[in-house]
Antibody, heavy 123, light 113 residues
Framework: EVQLVQSGAEMKKPGESLKISCKGS????????VGWVRQMPGKGLEWLGI????????RYSPSFRGLVTISADKSTSTAYLQWSSLRASDTAMYYC????????????????WGQGTLVTVSS | DIVMTQSPDSLAVSLGERATISCKSS????????????LAWYQQKPGQPPNVLIY???TRESGVPDRFSGSGSGTDFTLTISSLQAEDVAVYYC?????????FGQGTRLEIK
């Protein structure tokens, strides 16, 4: 069973940088794709992108490319989401999650979820 | 990008009655290679991360009660709860994983009438 533990809540000012983490454990975790999902207060789910922990192959949503950076450290089974300059509009809950898998490989839905990291950006 | 549209935005159903949520995609999500529809359904309760209910449009995730079922093909899909229980109050999302970005619908809020 794959488990994901995300870093704690963050309170930042506009213009500051931030890197949040998602540490995985369980069977063969480095062979998983891990994704990030944004949920703004009272709103729906938005797909930011995914990364393969094995070789850091990354796919971004065009809506978020250039606004965030997704990275990973295979040696520690950890995925990251980072901002170089936060804006108030980045205030949201951010979830990491692993893609499903079957005998043939990865399936693009999110099977296992982290608990979420609340990012608040305010002056 | 594929746009996912759910209807209705909110729904109130009596306990024990059937609840039906629709999801439409702007392009087909039927794979020509494996003949499967790349469509998942999630349930999100307040203060919790989402939880997958259905994938491949109709395959129930392990541990999901059999009152939840998914159907449809191509661009039109349905999530059905056959007999609504109090614990089913939540927001439900569909998601396509046919092509990146793997987009979500806007969500349907399900309440007890």
């Amino acid at each position: 069973e794959v488990q994901l533990v995300q870093s704690g809540a963050e309170m930042k000012k506009p213009g500051e940088s931030l890197k949040i983490s998602c540490k995985g454990s369980g069977y063969n975790f480095p062979k998983y794709w891990v994704g990030w999902v944004r949920q703004m207060p009272g709103k729906g789910l938005e797909w930011l992108g995914i990364i393969y922990l094995g070789d850091s192959d990354t796919r971004y949503s065009p809506s978020f490319r250039g606004l965030v950076t997704i990275s990973a450290d295979k040696s520690t089974s950890t995925a990251y989401l980072q901002w170089s300059s936060l804006r108030a509009s980045d205030t949201a809950m951010y979830y990491c999650a692993t893609l499903g898998q079957d005998y043939f490989g990865s399936i693009g839905y999110f099977r296992n979820w982290g608990q979420g990291t609340l990012v608040t950006v305010s002056s | 990008d594929i746009v996912m549209t759910q209807s209705p935005d909110s729904l109130a159903v009596s306990l024990g009655e059937r609840a039906t949520i629709s999801c439409k995609s702007s392009q087909t999500v039927l794979s020509s290679s494996n003949k499967k529809n790349s469509l998942a359904w999630y349930q999100q309760k307040p203060g919790q991360p989402p939880n997958v209910l259905i994938y491949w449009a109709s395959t129930r995730e392990s541990g999901v009660p059999d009152r939840f079922s998914g159907s449809g093909s191509g661009t039109d899909f349905t999530l059905t709860i056959s007999s609504l229980q109090a614990e089913d109050v939540a927001v439900y999302y569909c998601q396509q994983y046919s092509s990146t970005p793997y987009s979500f619908g806007q969500g349907t809020r399900l309440e007890i009438k």
